[in-house]
């Protein structure tokens, strides 16, 4: 009998979101077909479709939350209030191609949403989904300039003065690399802001799924995440430099940099592995010293 009541329940709750799903989906369909054959078509922002799917998964993960749990406690007054916002930006941005508002819009009115039909409760076992949809808006230009442009010319720098120690011909002009009778422009791809967002929510996703119970190590972690990105863009250049030097423009240019993406990634990947097992291991020592 009980078995019963909570199948009935799940059903009642599902038909009572299933509107509203349909309402979402005709909303932001067009924004999403839109950024795929467009914005999410560029180098910069590639990551987009990538971080649409994490969402969904990471929402698809709390589904129990959503679906077949009754509300303890809502809050419709909070919850309207950030409905109604949400749509003000949705509009605002939908109606003046303003991505940051477009995107930016289905914070609020998710978390509306789930303020007025689950509470509290269930928007705090859900934030993560949520607070990951930020890596999806793209930043206004001049905040990604302002950032991008230092860290191509950190890059460049730590690059040919690693090889240079090695002994390769090689010298920089800005961002601008000579390595014998080869010259290659670090681009914002190489070493930009979008390369430290897509890092750092590689990071913050690889943080959620482990679920560390310590709060040093995960604070630790998702801050060293800035010197692990910009680590793996050194590494990515340098392995575009030397495969240019040794194989040719061509090669450099062509199917190895593109690879070169999929190596940042798995570097970067590898980088934070490692940093969080020695995070592992230094916390164990201290606490060993401590019950000492």
Partial sequence: ??????????????LHWLPILIGLIAMYAPTFHHLANSLWQSDDQGHGPLVLMVVVFLFWQQRNVLITELAQTTN??????????????YILG??????????GSLIPILMGLILVTKGTKALKQVWFPLFFILFMIPLPGFIVDSITLPMKMGVSYVAEHILYSFGYPIARTGVILQIGQYQLLVADACAGMH????????GLLYLNLIKHNSLF???TLAILIVPISFTANVIRVMVL???????GDEAGQGFVHDFAGLVLFMVALLLIITVDSALQFGQKRWQARGVE
Avoid: C, W
């Fill in 217 to 219: 190590r995960n604070i």
């Fill in 1 to 14: 009998m009980p078995n019963k009541l909570i199948s009935h329940d799940s059903k009642k709750l599902f």
């Fill in 241 to 247: 430099t030397l495969v240019t030097y040794h194989f």
């Fill in 195 to 202: 390369t430290l967002i897509s890092l750092e929510a590689l």
């Fill in 94 to 103: 939908r109606s003046q191609d303003i991505l940051i508002f477009d995107i």
């Fill in 76 to 89: 419709p007054i909070l919850g309207y209030s950030l409905f109604i916002v949400g749509l003000l930006l």
